[in-house]
């Protein structure tokens, strides 16, 4: 029986994204362990949607009932003010868990900080010390790592190519545990690193004991991030969110556990800390195996087992003139360097430029006062950027989608709307800083000159927002494309040629002080976001739409398409595959130059 649309109201429950592909003729719709599975981690977030509780996987069930016509009448209803309400309606239930997610993660770290810091103050400095070079040297890679997932999976399930987004996900474990051991290596040699940084030697003893007692909580935090992606492409995010909200309850008892309980000390400040993000990656383990052990066998099942393919390019790349390579050169060529590296780089920069405003405020008179204020600002942009980056997710996983399926009409609105969410949530995020500035400083030290000094620099803080918002919203946009080198050089040239230069400038050669940092920030915000949205005006949806077909179809054909292997060991040669695909979409007007104007 040949696939068809969603009745009416299935539609409503779930997001629609078609692909132009037809659902093979064994496809069948979810079954009752579905709505079971969704509505469990349903009950344990504090965003639930009756509508949205309806589907687990609605990306996928959308491409597997979506007949081969139905994305081009879809990508011609994707104008005008419904449609705009509607793509904005499906970010936000895509977005909100994932921010939920996010912010709860962040504050995973900071109560354990909170905790430890009871133990005295040398402790907590070297809890402070260690958690940045743990964030800067070891979790920002991974999570740049991570992040190349977006392109992979998500432009895969948009095509209705499903095994793909397993061996991914296979691909990405492999490469974050690669990461996770080289990383844990250079840890053990911290403490000669810090006393050549002329740290103070007891300090950097502590701190290198820290870092090393945290390496398990660096592969679980990075198994964690490699599973949430891995849902997030599929459409399901609530897990992540409810795991987060485990962790959130479990870290504050493992703290008195293995501090106090178990006199454990910064030792166990460490533990503590392991074993929460270890019992987060278990659950969310957990969700994902059951999940894929009741999809096998089903159309739309993204795990088919462990595969030597993980460590393969894709074919359409691995192969020139069908000499054999490596696969191990495949992996670095095909993956590392145009895709993993450069979301690493995208993440890194960002997340280092802050790092450098807090080295620099200490080189400003009162050290002591300019470092706390320094603090508190950084702080505050991370729990704004952790609840807005929940919506940059959301618009790389529908615009990936997007493309996956050959809509380059539905992933501009998908753009457009998300960095106008973006902005509109920074500009109120703006507004509250400043209209509660003294009460904001108060949250986090009862200091007066603390407060007053942070007072008068969150007016200047919050001019950075808005153009801060355009960025990480519109950077998902080069994430759900694969265009992460793009980002990468943005990144660099804003922050690191432009950013840092000219706030070291302002605060020491001007002598503005902190407000020379912000000031700076502020300039270099406002250019990046101008930088995106110019780059998302030129963007070629069209031609990003092509490339994402051919690389989603290059080596495994969607469900039910010729030369498919789901559900056997059939294949074929991809290489032959690919360009009937794209002619396919070409004859169909959804890759014509009439279909984006």
């Not at 740049?144 to 998500?154: K, L, P, R």
């Not at 919506?391 to 709307?417: C, D, E, H």
């Not at 355009?470 to 950077?475: D, E, G």
Request: charged fraction near 10%; hydrophobic fraction near 50%.
């Amino acid at each position: 029986m040949s696939a068809s649309t969603p009745a009416e109201g299935e539609q409503g429950a779930a997001l629609p994204l078609p692909t132009p592909f037809a659902a093979s003729a064994d496809a069948q719709p979810p079954q009752p362990w579905h709505e079971a599975l969704d509505g469990a981690s349903s009950l344990l977030s504090p965003i639930s949607s009756a509508a949205y509780g309806r589907s687990v996987s609605f990306t996928a069930k959308g491409s597997l009932l979506a007949h081969a016509g139905g994305g081009a009448a879809e990508e011609a209803a994707t104008s005008g003010s419904s449609a705009v309400v509607g793509e904005a309606r499906n970010l936000c239930r895509l977005a909100l868990p994932l921010s939920v997610a996010n912010l709860t993660g962040y504050l995973i770290g900071t109560i354990a900080l909170g905790i430890a810091g009871r133990l005295g103050q040398f402790e907590l400095s070297a809890i402070i010390l260690g958690t940045s070079i743990f964030n800067v040297t070891g979790l920002s890679l991974l999570m740049g790592f991570a992040s190349a997932m977006e392109t992979f999976c998500g432009q895969a399930v948009g095509a209705g190519n499903f095994r793909m987004v397993g061996i991914v996900f296979q691909r990405a474990i492999l490469l974050t545990t690669i990461v996770a051991v080289v990383v844990a290596m250079v840890w053990t040699q911290v403490e000669s690193i810090l006393l050549v940084f002329r740290q103070d030697p007891l300090l950097s003893r502590a701190a290198a004991r820290y870092i090393q007692m945290s390496i398990p909580a660096l592969w679980c935090t990075g198994m964690y991030e490699v599973g949430k992606r891995y849902l997030m492409a599929q459409g399901i995010v609530r897990p992540a969110s409810a795991v987060t909200l485990v962790g959130l309850a479990l870290v504050p008892l493992y703290c008195w556990l293995f501090i106090f309980k178990l006199g454990l000390g910064l030792d166990g400040a460490a533990i503590a800390v392991d074993a929460t993000q270890a019992s987060m990656a278990a659950l969310l383990g957990a969700y994902i195996m059951v999940r894929d052990g009741h999809q096998r066998g089903q159309a739309y099942a993204t795990w088919h087992g462990w595969s030597m393919e993980a460590l393969e390019g894709w074919v359409t790349y691995m192969r020139q003139g069908h000499q054999p390579t490596h696969p191990y050169v495949v992996l670095i060529r095909e993956f590392w360097l145009p895709f993993a590296l450069p979301s690493v780089v995208m993440v890194c920069v960002e997340w280092w430029t802050f790092e450098a405003l807090i080295i620099m405020s200490g080189l400003l008179p009162d050290p002591g006062l300019t470092v706390a204020v320094m603090g508190i600002c950084i702080q505050s942009s991370g729990l704004i950027w952790m609840f807005v980056s929940g919506f940059s997710m959301a618009t790389s996983t529908r615009v990936s989608n997007s493309l996956g399926a050959g809509r380059p009409k539905a992933a501009r609105l998908v753009t457009w709307t998300g960095g106008a969410i973006g902005v509109g949530l920074e500009l109120a995020f703006m507004a509250a800083v400043v209209l509660l500035r003294h009460h904001w400083a108060f949250l986090f030290t009862d200091a007066q000159p603390v407060i007053d000094l942070t007072a008068s620099l969150l007016p200047v803080f919050a001019l950075s927002l808005p153009g801060d918002g355009a960025n990480i919203v519109l950077q998902g946009l080069l994430r759900g494309s694969g265009r992460q080198e793009t980002g990468a050089i943005t990144n660099l040239m804003s922050y690191w040629i432009l950013g840092i230069p000219l706030a070291a400038y302002l605060a020491f050669k001007q002598q503005l002080g902190l407000y020379g940092l912000w000031w700076g920030i502020v300039i270099t915000n406002c250019f990046q976001g101008t930088v995106m949205v110019v780059i998302a005006l030129r963007f070629n949806y069209r031609l990003e739409a092509a490339k994402a077909v051919a690389r989603s179809q290059a080596h495994h054909p969607p469900a039910g398409a010729p030369g498919s292997d789901a559900g056997g060991d059939g294949g074929g040669d991809s290489s032959a595959l690919r360009e009937p695909l794209l002619g396919e979409r070409l004859e169909q007007g959804l890759l014509a130059p009439s279909a984006d104007a």
